[in-house]
């Protein structure tokens, strides 16, 4: 079984970095501009522009996770963000998605015997670690 950071780490997160590359070109920035804010190669932003990555789980309906993404592209277009603060707020929405169970489908396809098994690992509280 893939765990949800393992999930994440290959879908949500260039999901999401996908939208905020979309709303940095919409504000005029290069790809190689864009490639130094998010910390990804020029390469990585034309796929994400021509979505040839980043559309393995589809945020396009979910307005909170857009203006989340807007909140990052304006503030690396106003030069308000550093790197560190992008990837922090990458983190949180990254969070978010998975404590509202928005990447529970996908997660299914990956791993099917998880539908059947009324998983909510994403969503639960942060309990005390076990070690």
């Known amino acids: 079984m893939q765990t949800p950071y393992e999930i994440a780490s290959k879908s949500v997160i260039p999901a999401i970095r996908g939208m905020i590359s979309k709303g940095l070109?919409?504000?005029?920035?290069?790809?190689?501009?864009?490639?130094?804010?998010?910390?990804?190669?020029?390469?990585?932003?034309?796929?994400?522009?021509?979505?040839?990555?980043?559309?393995?789980?589809?945020?396009?309906?979910?307005?909170?996770v857009k203006s989340m993404t807007e909140v990052i592209a304006d503030g690396i277009a106003n030069h308000k963000l550093n790197k560190l603060q992008v990837a922090n707020m990458i983190k949180e929405i990254c969070d978010y998605v998975m404590r509202n169970g928005y990447m529970?489908?996908?997660?299914?396809?990956?791993?099917?015997?998880?539908?059947?098994?009324?998983?909510?690992?994403c969503m639960e509280p942060h309990a005390a670690s076990s070690f």
């Not at 864009?34 to 559309?55: C, D, H, M, N």
Request: hydrophobic share 35%.
């Open 104 to 121: 529970c489908d996908l997660h299914y396809v990956v791993d099917p015997q998880l539908k059947n098994s009324n998983c909510k690992i």
């Open 25 to 64: 070109i919409e504000r005029d920035l290069t790809q190689a501009q864009i490639a130094r804010a998010l910390g990804i190669t020029q390469p990585a932003v034309s796929k994400y522009f021509w979505e040839k990555r980043g559309r393995a789980i589809d945020f396009d309906n979910r307005e909170d």
